[in-house]
T-cell receptor, first 112, second 118 residues
Framework: DTAVSQTPKYLVTQMGNDKSIKCEQN?????MYWYKQDSKKFLKIMFS???????INETVPNRFSPKSPDKAHLNLHINSLELGDSAVYFC???????????FGPGTRLTVT | AQTVTQSQPEMSVQEAETVTLSCTYD???????LFWYKQPPSRQMILVIR??????QNATENRFSVNFQKAAKSFSLKISDSQLGDTAMYFC???????????????FGKGTKLSVIP
């Protein structure tokens, strides 16, 4: 069984569109994250979400918004997509804020 | 803010040999966690090893071990008996152990691309 899953795995879209990436974890974890990996493979935290507390990395544009319908899901919504948003987006989860983080398979977003 | 530096963008090693990947970090905190993650061509991020800063003993996990030098803020990864399946990007990461905004978020280095040569 997949521990952390993301859909879709690949997403190609045009500039200006709005898109969502879904993340689900079946580990019973209480903390979830979104990371962005750029074309040079650099990974950077975007958001973390624990017990309804959202921590936002100050460098993330407000076009990005995480939404958590329940503890097992943390979806990423992106408005007005730009070329620079092209990247691989990883979801992760952990039990507690100091637990090991388990990563999803990543979603490769390409904005044309 | 914490920073993590991996000074070797690429490395290669012969199969069955030993290789060491370097990582240094900068923090003013005394309690934290350090990690090595592996990202093979499949793109999946896999935790290789974890070290708690308050533990003096170096962590080991089968063929993987670390050399943790707290005073020098150094955290290198040694891979023994390298296998073809070890070919991957390796990321060093830091996480604060203190509560507070952003304290449990991973800060990654830029990665080292390791190639194991048959």
């Amino acid at each position: 069984d997949t521990a952390v899953s993301q859909t879709p795995k690949y997403l190609v879209t045009q500039m200006g569109n709005d898109k969502s990436i879904k993340c689900e974890q079946n580990l019973g974890h209480d903390t979830m994250y979104w990371y962005k990996q750029d074309s040079k493979k650099f990974l950077k935290i975007m958001f973390s979400y624990n017990n309804k507390e959202l921590i936002i990395n100050e460098t993330v544009p407000n076009r990005f918004s995480p939404k958590s319908p329940d503890k097992a899901h943390l979806n990423l919504h992106i408005n007005s997509l730009e070329l620079g948003d092209s990247a691989v987006y990883f979801c992760a989860s952990s039990q507690g804020t100091l637990g090991e983080q388990y990563f999803g398979p990543g979603t490769r977003l390409t904005v044309t | 803010a914490q920073t993590v530096t991996q000074s070797q963008p690429e490395m290669s090693v012969q199969e069955a040999e030993t290789v060491t990947l370097s990582c240094t970090y900068d923090t003013s905190e005394s309690n934290y966690y350090l990690f090595w993650y592996k990202q093979p061509p499949s793109r999946q991020m896999i935790l290789v090893i974890r070290q708690e800063a308050y533990k003096q003993q170096n962590a080991t996990e089968n063929r993987f071990s670390v050399n943790f030098q707290k005073a020098a803020k150094s955290f290198s990864l040694k891979i023994s008996d390298s296998q073809l399946g070890d070919t991957a990007m390796y990321f060093c990461a830091f996480m604060s152990a203190y509560s507070g905004a952003g304290s449990y978020q991973l800060t990654f280095g830029k990665g080292t691309k390791l190639s194991v040569i048959p």
